[in-house]
């Protein structure tokens, strides 16, 4: 049984570039969420797919964070313009749907 | 909208000592609670959930946790701690039975210290 995977653990970057980050759900789950972790606080959700339909991304921060899953299995996150607010751990969660949230390790991401 | 409080940023408790972790939400609807683990550098693992039915709900390693409606509460709870205990605890709350359309809520989370 493989939990959900997250690549990379650690990423370090300099204000300004663009990340991406990926997210493996578990095999047979449908659903996938992205989070965001500041230090000290609960995970923020920012958005959610159902398959490969983005259907929920308000949440989103702002209009540099954009998410796909494009054959509905593995998504990326990607930061584009990236800013030193944005260093946080971002974490991926599966489900089957109605049933509870899986998480992944998180992505640590540092802005220099 | 869901909102969840949890008392107490650090609790401390000797080894072998009762672990009482508090949580209060708020919900326009029947909410859906759960209680999640992170230890340092990890992900989030589920201790527990309540949906519907009994109130008193059992998790892994020896926790459990009770829905109290009138209190709007779900307290976490083990009668005895152990040293692998320490870590960041998490309540959560929904509106959907796996946190549909709108993630999960989460409070600011407790850390749990554990005095050998």
């Known amino acids: 049984d493989t939990g959900v995977s997250q690549d990379p653990r650690h990423k370090i970057t300099k204000r300004g570039q663009n990340v991406t980050f990926r997210c493996d759900p578990i095999?047979?789950?449908?659903?996938l969420y992205w989070y965001r972790q500041t230090l000290g606080q609960g995970p923020e959700f920012l958005t959610y797919?159902?398959?490969?339909?983005?259907?929920?991304k308000s949440r989103l921060l702002s209009d540099r964070f954009s998410a796909e899953r494009p054959k509905g299995s593995f998504s990326t996150l990607e930061i584009q313009r990236t800013e030193q607010g944005d260093s946080a751990m971002y974490l991926c969660?599966?489900?089957?749907?109605?049933?509870?949230?899986?998480f992944g390790p998180g992505t640590r991401l540092t802005v220099t | 909208a869901q909102s969840v409080t949890q008392l107490g940023s650090h609790v401390s408790v000797s080894e072998g000592a009762l672990v009482l972790l508090r949580c209060n939400y708020s919900?326009?609807?029947?909410?859906?609670l759960f209680w999640y683990v992170q230890y340092p550098n990890q992900g989030l693992q589920l201790l527990l959930k309540y949906t519907t039915g009994a109130t008193l709900v059992k998790g892994i390693n020896g926790f459990e946790a009770e829905f109290k409606k009138s209190e709007t509460s779900f307290h976490l709870t083990k009668p005895s701690a152990h040293m692998s205990d320490a870590a960041e605890y998490f309540c959560?709350?929904?509106?959907?039975?796996?946190?549909?359309?709108?993630?999960?809520?989460f409070g600011k989370g407790t850390h749990l210290i554990i005095q050998p």
């Open positions: 095999s047979e789950h449908n659903r």
């Open positions: 797919f159902q398959n490969e339909a983005q259907l929920e």
């Open positions: 919900s326009s609807v029947p909410p859906y």
């Open positions: 969660a599966s489900s089957l749907m109605g049933y509870e949230q899986y």
């Open positions: 959560a709350v929904s509106a959907y039975s796996g946190g549909g359309a709108d993630g999960l809520t």
